[in-house]
T-cell receptor, first 112, second 114 residues
Framework: DQQVKQNSPSLSVQEGRISILNCDYT??????FLWYKKYPAEGPTFLIS?????DKNEDGRFTVFLNKSAKHLSLHIVPSQPGDSAVYFC???????????FGKGTKLTVNP | DAGVTQSPTHLIKTRGQQVTLRCSPK?????VSWYQQALGQGPQFIFQ???????QRGNFPDRFSGHQFPNYSSELNVNALLLGDSALYLC?????????????FGPGTRLTVL
């Protein structure tokens, strides 16, 4: 049972444009969401997070939006850069649990 | 600071064998979590160790076991290997009581079971 879903396996955008990566979840008990970026041969690195009490969090070029009623979150990257090309994982925590639940990932390619 | 380190980088085993993977957490961290990432999938939580004890476990059989040492390093053991155990095994370290953000991953160990 996939509790965190990333339905787009891949996304390709032009440098300078906006990249939008989407994530849906089914467990309404999740209360903290994170995005990780993963380059080949490296472990995932934390990018940005959002608590369920917020609907938006910004950090430089990266913004995460949370729509609790739709159980949907998205990561916006503006402007996209070739160095952003990586696999992006959406992940979620349920309060009181140590278990981080990941989606399958979306491979982003930013073309120069 | 070397960050989270894992060894070995790659490993090839045959079905039925046993394997031990090792993880050294980031300096100052006391908690280690292990994840399995199969090809085309996201990482799946195996278990977490804190104070040398398993604190929480994911949906993995008893063939998967672990250990944490007094210096906070950790081992993941898998017995009676199956073809389906072929995956990237990731270790993540954190400091108990801090935010979810503070979970750092190692580069992983690529296990191939033939």
């Amino acid at each position: 049972d996939q509790q965190v879903k990333q339905n787009s396996p891949s996304l390709s955008v032009q440098e300078g444009r906006i990249s939008i990566l989407n994530c849906d979840y089914t467990n309404s008990m999740f209360d903290y969401f994170l995005w990780y970026k993963k380059y080949p041969a490296e472990g995932p690195t934390f990018l940005i997070s959002i608590s369920s009490i917020k609907d938006k969090n910004e950090d430089g070029r990266f913004t995460v939006f949370l729509n609790k009623s739709a159980k949907h979150l998205s990561l916006h990257i503006v402007p996209s850069q070739p160095g952003d090309s990586a696999v992006y994982f959406c992940a979620a925590f349920q309060g009181g649990s140590e278990k981080l639940v990941f989606g399958k990932g979306t491979k982003l390619t930013v073309n120069p | 600071d070397a960050g989270v380190t894992q060894s070995p980088t790659h490993l090839i085993k045959t079905r039925g064998q046993q394997v031990t993977l090792r993880c050294s957490p980031k300096s100052g961290h006391d908690t280690v979590s292990w994840y399995q990432q199969a090809l085309g999938q996201g990482p799946q939580f195996i278990f977490q160790y804190y104070e040398e004890e398993e604190r929480q476990r994911g949906n993995f059989p008893d063939r998967f076991s672990g250990h944490q040492f007094p210096n906070y390093s950790s081992e993941l053991n898998v017995n009676a290997l199956l073809l389906g155990d072929s995956a990237l095994y990731l270790c993540a370290s954190s400091l108990t009581g801090y935010s979810y953000n503070e979970q750092f991953f190692g580069p992983g160990t690529r296990l191939t079971v033939l």
